[in-house]
């Protein structure tokens, strides 16, 4: 029996989240380590396990993967969520590398000067309703697909779902004008794995908090 | 037959020069469509090509491609040069990340304000030696093959050749303890497409100077 995928990272969203995303919906269990000090992290890098010295790490069949978009190709591709052939995995990986893009800004924001997070967060939206959100409702509403790519789950759609809820945590009327994708909304977070995933009590974690920051800046030292 | 790929981009390194050098190294010809005023960037997304109103965007079978992993990842299965399976692949999306990673702080050298440049340089230096050439030498030295992954050529290898010559750009003396490194940036360079792009006259962009800065500033706003 395969062993599980043992994940090493701060306990919060940051580079991570993605990831636990993409193993909830593919129903696969997973364990985590969380970072807590400075020791431990140092163990992490004497030990030869972290490439360039980066987190997010994962263990998983007998590789020490790092680098978030290695590890979510990786896991797309395993666990048959990367598309039919190689048309529809450039599409994914469009439209996964948009939504990532916008993450990662808003996994940023924290780690900035305080007087600009009003400032960086309102730029996120904007992005989010101008740049990102149309395309991805003209996308649903040209094929009239259920799913984003290839009428089946893929990772694009699960997270463009991530991406959805983290800019609604900004903006609670974000979708407003995008009815398609409202409905995405409803229909994939209601896929039984997800549906568990956005339960209390899951590997999900809540968004930053100054706790978290503290504990990131001290373990990496910056 | 398919007609040629045809690259969307300023006529500068940006975004677009490791794709350039992903083909050239396939063997692959190409066309480039380039984009000289704001005018040119605007027809680009009001004819909807830009998914994300963004270049780089190369025409290729058929499709529209944007996100510059997207179109590497798409180009490199096309042309073979991803790997055997999906743990090349994976070793191929880590050791590329690290790349894109240290690419981009050098790439962005050029828009750093004149009193923190040399505090940048610095820490590029510091990683370049000390995190990433270091991982890579040790990779090299670890197999003891002549490529980084699977024995053969792959599109990682042309990533890092590319990374590389900007290193020595950077500082020529940065290479000096990487023998591994050394060598493989010789016989990498040997390789008939590899050598041919290398030389004067082919699609090979020079390092951006301060008049073509300006342009893209004018035309992408920034």
Redesign the interface.
């Known amino acids: 029996m395969e062993a599980k995928p043992k994940l090493y990272y701060f306990c919060g969203r940051g580079r991570m989240e993605s990831v636990r995303w993409l193993l909830a919906a593919a129903g696969v269990e997973f364990e985590e380590e969380f970072l807590e000090t400075r020791e431990q992290y140092e163990k992490l890098q004497k030990d030869g396990r972290l ?3 980066q987190v997010p790490l994962v263990e998983i ?1 007998g ?1 020490r ?7 979510l ?2 896991l797309a ?2 666990y048959n969520l990367y598309g039919k052939d ?2 529809e ?2 599409r994914i ?2 439209y996964t ?2 939504t990532l893009d916008l993450m990662i800004m808003i996994a940023s924001v924290p780690f900035k000067p305080p007087e600009e997070k009003e400032e960086n967060y309102a730029l996120i939206v904007k992005r989010a309703k101008t ?2 959100f149309p ?1 991805f409702e003209k996308i649903l509403k040209d094929h009239g697909e259920a799913f984003l790519v290839g009428n089946q789950l893929s990772w694009a759609d699960i997270q463009l779902l991530e991406a959805i809820l983290m800019v609604e945590e900004l903006s609670p009327s974000v979708l407003s004008d995008f009815p398609l994708l409202q409905a995405f909304k409803t229909r994939i977070s209601n896929i039984p794995t997800i549906k568990k995933f956005l339960q209390p009590g899951s590997q999900r974690k809540p968004p930053p908090d100054d706790h978290y920051v503290k504990v990131v800046r001290d373990v990496l030292k910056f | 037959m398919a007609g040629k790929p045809v690259l969307h981009h300023f006529n500068g390194r940006g975004r677009m020069e490791c794709i350039r050098w992903l083909l050239a190294a396939a063997g692959v010809e190409f066309e480039e469509k380039f984009i000289e005023c704001p005018e040119d960037l605007e027809k680009l997304r009001k004819d909807g090509k830009l ?3 963004q270049v780089p965007m190369v025409e290729i ?1 058929g ?1 529209m ?6 179109i590497l ?2 180009i490199a ?2 042309y073979d040069l991803y790997g055997k399976d ?2 090349e ?3 191929i ?6 790349i894109i ?1 240290l690419s981009e702080m050098i790439g962005q050298l050029v828009l750093c304000p004149p009193d923190q440049k040399e505090a940048k340089i610095s820490l590029i230096k510091d990683r370049t030696k000390n ?2 050439l270091h ?1 890579f030498e040790k990779v090299l030295k670890g197999h003891g093959q002549d490529y980084l992954v699977g024995n053969r050529l792959t599109r990682v290898d042309i990533h890092l050749l590319e990374l590389l010559l900007y290193v020595e750009e950077l500082d020529s003396s940065l290479l000096a303890p990487f023998p591994q490194l050394k060598a493989l940036k010789s016989r990498l360079s040997s390789l008939p497409n590899v050598k041919k792009f290398l030389q004067p006259g082919s699609q090979r962009k020079p390092p951006l100077d301060a008049k073509q800065i300006e342009e893209a500033r004018k035309i992408f706003k920034f």
């Open positions: 490439l360039f010295d069949d590789m993967l790092t680098q978030t978009r290695a590890i190709s990786y591709a395993k190689l048309k995995r450039a990986d469009m590398d948009g740049r990102y395309v | 998914m994300f109103e079978d499709m491609l944007v996100q510059t992993r997207a990842n798409y299965t096309k999906v743990k692949r994976a070793l999306d880590m050791y590329t990340e690290g990673d995190r990433y991982a």
